[in-house]
Each structure stands twice: as C-alpha cells, then as structure tokens.
C-alpha cells in the first residue's frame, strides 16, 4: 500500500481535490501542493511539483485534478518515471495500475462528479500491478 497521496490541482480542479482530500484524510497521509484557492493558475506548475516528490519517493502515488484532466496528464507523462493516466471511471482506474503501473491519477473536474472521483481514486489505491510477465515487458519498453 502506498504510504502518502500527493495532491495538485489548478483553479478547475481545486473544489474536487478538496473535496477528495476531506474524503480521504482518514485513510491515507495526504500532502497538498497546491492550488490553494479557484484563481486562475497554470497546470504544468502543479503538475511539476507533484511528479517531482514522486520520482523521489516510490512509496507515494500522485492524484492531478484540472478541468479535463488531459492537461495535468500530458504533462505529468513529461518526466521520467512517472506513468500517468486521465481516468474516468472505475474500471480503467483500476487497469490502469493493473496493466501500465501508473503512479499518478489524473481527474477531470468537468468530466467526473465527486461520487465517482472519490470511488476511481480508491479503485486506483487499491490496484497492484498484475504479475504476468507480459504487463512487466510493457512498462520496460516504455521507460526506455
């Protein structure tokens, strides 16, 4: 199980990451690295910051929140180690883990409501990596 769920948003995204961290403070330790209010900011910054603690500590998976989440995702997938997924629903939450290994969730604020978000965000939690060897040769094709 992972050990902390790092948290970023920019303005779109920042109701539902707080309504996600007061979902889940109970259940895991959560670090938010912003934003912290709905006043216009750019995403790659928070992007950034968040992919930046995960290539340093494996022990923690990084939850993006934007408007649709492709941009939180594009950019996340920029640095090296980092497996991100735009996700909208439970079950590609979940394959996305059991088959990619992804390390950072990334939400739309337009495209989920809060029920789902919170339920795909525990889906991605919960997923390992499936140990066929098929799925392990995959993500080594990517990362090189």
């Given at each position: 199980m992972y050990k902390e769920l790092i948290?970023?948003?920019d303005h779109a995204g920042f109701?539902?990451?707080?309504?996600l961290k007061s979902k889940l403070i109970d259940e895991i330790k959560i670090i938010d690295l912003g934003?912290?209010?709905n006043e216009s900011c750019d995403f790659p910054?928070?992007?950034e910051k968040v992919c930046t603690v995960i290539q340093k500590n494996p022990n923690s998976i990084g939850v993006l929140?934007?408007?649709?989440g492709v941009g939180?995702?594009?950019?996340a997938n920029k640095f090296t180690g980092i497996r991100a997924a735009n996700v909208v629903d439970v079950s590609?939450?979940?394959q996305s883990v059991e088959h990619n290994n992804a390390n950072v969730l990334c939400l739309g604020s337009k495209n989920v409501d809060k029920d789902i978000?919170?339920?795909i965000v525990k889906s991605f939690l919960s997923a390992n990596l499936l140990p066929d060897e098929k799925y392990s040769r995959r993500i080594k094709k990517i990362e090189n």
């Amino acid at each position: 199980m992972y050990k902390e769920l790092i948290f970023g948003s920019d303005h779109a995204g920042f109701e539902l990451k707080e309504y996600l961290k007061s979902k889940l403070i109970d259940e895991i330790k959560i670090i938010d690295l912003g934003t912290d209010s709905n006043e216009s900011c750019d995403f790659p910054d928070y992007s950034e910051k968040v992919c930046t603690v995960i290539q340093k500590n494996p022990n923690s998976i990084g939850v993006l929140i934007c408007g649709t989440g492709v941009g939180m995702c594009i950019a996340a997938n920029k640095f090296t180690g980092i497996r991100a997924a735009n996700v909208v629903d439970v079950s590609t939450a979940i394959q996305s883990v059991e088959h990619n290994n992804a390390n950072v969730l990334c939400l739309g604020s337009k495209n989920v409501d809060k029920d789902i978000a919170i339920k795909i965000v525990k889906s991605f939690l919960s997923a390992n990596l499936l140990p066929d060897e098929k799925y392990s040769r995959r993500i080594k094709k990517i990362e090189n």
